[in-house]
Structures are given as C-alpha cells and as structure tokens.
C-alpha cells in the first residue's frame, strides 16, 4: 500500500489506463475488463483490477490536473513497478479540421508548467509519448475506423482560462487540444523510463464551441478505451 492507493503489491497490473474521473474507471472497467474487482478507494480516487482479451490491465482514476496524476502515476511506478501508463479522457478541440468524437493521439504535450518544473529548473524539456504505443494507438484507430488525429497537446494547469492570447497562439501553432494531465505523465515516463501515452476523446471545441451530447459520451469514450487497451498489448513484451 502507499499513502493514496491502498492496493496490495500484486493487486496492480503492469499495465494502468488513468482516466481522470473515479466513476469513469469504474464505468471502463465494468464495460470492458473481465472479472474486474476494486483494488483501490482511498480518498475515492477509484481502481480496478481484471484482464482484457486475457491480459491483466488496472484501470485507476488520477483525479483532475497534473499534480493529482502526478502523485498516482509516482506511486504506481516508484511503488507497484507499473511498466505502462496511458491516460484516457477528455480534451477540447483546437483546431478547424478535428471534430467532437474524434480521438487526439498525444505525440507531444505543452505547458506553462508542471510539478517537474523544479527539477528542470531553466531547461524547457519537451516531453513526448513513448513512440510504439503511439503507432500502435493510430493503427488501432484507423483499423477501427475511429477519426484521429496524431500530434501536439497544451497541458494547461488551469480548468477556466482567461488567456485568450495563449489559446491563439497554440492554434497558429498546431496544438490540436487542450487537456490538464498528459504533460506530466509524458514527465514522469521519461524520468523512469516507462511507457506512456495520452488517448483523448474530443468532447468539446474551443474554435466552433460545439460540445459533445452527455448520451453519446459513453460510446464516443468505449472508442478511446479499445484503442488504449489495443495499443498497450501491441507492445507489449
């Protein structure tokens, strides 16, 4: 066990998908994991533990922002030796050609900061996903004939912007989304060498300000889960 996941040592599998929301973990791994079962309700940041397709995958809940994911994935690496890490949510669309459904495959995440930035101190590191997994993910996508997208994401540290400037020049510059997490999971992977990725569903759009319905959520997110699911066993040894 750690300080927030009360999970035994051999409770976690190698491979963890990090869905922001607790109710979202529990949701994919009812729908999509065989004999799931709670291995984790600390603070009720929820995760489960089953197997898809026969290997053993953990599905735990990170909580919103970069320092929640930032203590989850810490302890899931440092304290379970979790080998992959991919993160499936939610993001804003961010530019013209990218719709409301269609799945943004992070090769690369932006931010202003953080809670790497004290180790990097001056150094503007560029955290990246870990490649096999990405060319895994677009492959599986395209096989399941899902719209996606490959390239840069904005990490923003902040849930309501008022930096309309900013959001102007991540569009001129080719940042398809904006999410809150991706960065430092993307940190966290190269510091300790692991896999990782972020598999996002576009649920809203910040140029055409179109949302997606909350009854087309669930079968808009099951895309992004057999993608991310598809992706870690791929690759895997």
């Known amino acids: 066990m750690t300080i927030h996941i009360g999970a035994e040592k051999g409770d976690i599998a190698p491979t963890v998908l990090m869905p922001g929301d607790p109710y979202r973990a ?3 791994a009812e729908t999509f994991l065989k004999d799931a079962r709670c291995i984790n309700e600390v603070r009720g940041m929820l995760g489960f533990t089953g197997t898809w397709n026969g290997h053993p995958v953990t599905i735990q809940a990170s909580g919103m922002g970069m320092p929640s994911l930032s203590i989850y994935a810490n302890e899931l690496i ?3 030796d979790v080998q992959t890490l991919i ?3 939610s993001c804003g669309g961010m530019q013209k050609s990218i ?3 269609d799945v943004i495959l992070a090769m690369t995440a932006s931010t202003l900061s953080t809670p790497s930035r004290g180790i990097f101190k001056e150094l503007n590191f560029a955290p990246c996903a870990d490649y ?3 060319a895994a993910a677009h492959a599986a996508a395209t096989a399941k004939g899902v ?3 490959v390239g840069g994401i904005y990490s923003s540290d902040v849930f309501y912007d008022e930096r309309p400037d900013l959001n102007e020049q991540m569009v001129r510059h080719g940042i398809l989304g904006v999410e809150m997490e991706a960065a ?3 940190n966290l992977a190269a510091r300790h060498g692991r896999r ?3 598999v996002l569903t576009v649920s809203d759009h910040l140029l055409t300000h179109e949302a997606l319905p909350a009854e087309d959520r669930e079968r808009s997110f099951g895309d992004m889960v057999e993608i991310a699911l598809t992706a870690a066993f791929s690759v895997s040894d």
């Open 26 to 28: 529990k949701w994919a």
């Open 78 to 80: 440092t304290d379970y």
């Open 87 to 89: 993160r499936i949510g």
């Open 99 to 101: 719709g409301i459904r």
């Open 132 to 134: 096999g997994l990405l």
């Open 147 to 149: 719209p996606s997208h």
């Open 184 to 186: 430092e999971l993307y």
């Open 196 to 198: 990782a990725l972020a």
